[in-house]
Every structure is written in structure tokens, then in C-alpha cells.
Nanobody
Framework: VQLQASGGGLVQPGGSLRLSCAAS????????IGWFRQVPGKEREGVSC????????YYADSVKGRFTISRDNPKNTVYLQMNSLKPEDTAVYYC????????????????????WGQGTKVTVSS
């Protein structure tokens, strides 16, 4: 099981980035996919999630209205469009799945996910 996160970089406050999470060796169309972020010294926090069944999504309050998660099943990829970026969005972003669950529910908790991409770094700074 491999997940490859990409698309991070340096962006000014107010700017945008689109992160990609590409899967290999399995089809992400059948599973929920979560995005997480982590800064040094802090717990990895759930940012967003996309369900595989009903199209439902979850967003942490800190990103609601600014981030949009989507999936392109033929490309076996999930995206996280990040707009109106703030310095506090600076982190390493990871995508993950558990290869079991299909629905995100009302939270995104790292302990519920077993398979992780390598992370892509996002820096928001002027």
C-alpha cells in the first residue's frame, strides 16, 4: 500500500496550493481518505476527509470555508485545495487511509488510520 502526497511548497499568506494524494497498489475509490497536518512538537491533527460512499466530507473548523477536498477516482488521486492560506497552516501535510472504512463520520482522528503517505511540506510566509 502506497500513498504519495505532493504539491507542497512556499506560498504567501492569502495564496493557494493544491495538494495531491496518489495511491498505488489499491484503489482509493473504495475507502475514506483523510488529510492530516503536523508541526514540530504538536500532535498530528485531522484536517479533512472524503468518504467513498456518499460523497460526504469533513473539515476541521480551522480550515472550513478555505480548504476543499475532492477525489478523482480514475486517476486514483485525492486532492486538497487550500485557499486563503494563513501562516498557521504551515505544517507537513499527510494523507492516510485504513483500507477498511468508507465513511468519514464527524471527526478525523489519526489513530483510526493505518497507512500514511510520506508527507509534503507547506510553508505560508511572506
Amino acid at each position: 500500500v502506497q500513498l504519495q502526497a505532493s504539491g507542497g511548497g512556499l506560498v504567501q499568506p492569502g495564496g493557494s496550493l493544491r495538494l495531491s494524494c496518489a495511491a498505488s497498489e489499491f484503489s482509493l475509490a473504495y475507502f475514506r481518505i483523510g488529510w492530516f497536518r503536523q508541526v514540530p512538537g504538536k500532535e498530528r491533527e485531522g484536517v479533512s476527509c472524503t468518504s467513498s460512499t456518499d460523497g460526504s466530507t469533513y473539515y476541521a473548523d480551522s480550515v472550513k470555508g478555505r480548504f476543499t477536498i475532492s477525489r478523482d477516482n480514475p486517476k486514483n488521486t485525492v486532492y486538497l485545495q487550500m485557499n486563503s492560506l494563513k501562516p498557521e497552516d504551515t505544517a507537513v501535510y499527510y494523507c492516510a487511509t485504513d483500507l477498511i472504512s468508507t465513511h468519514c463520520g464527524d471527526s478525523v482522528i489519526k489513530d483510526d488510520y493505518d497507512y500514511w503517505g510520506q508527507g509534503t511540506k507547506v510553508t505560508v510566509s511572506s
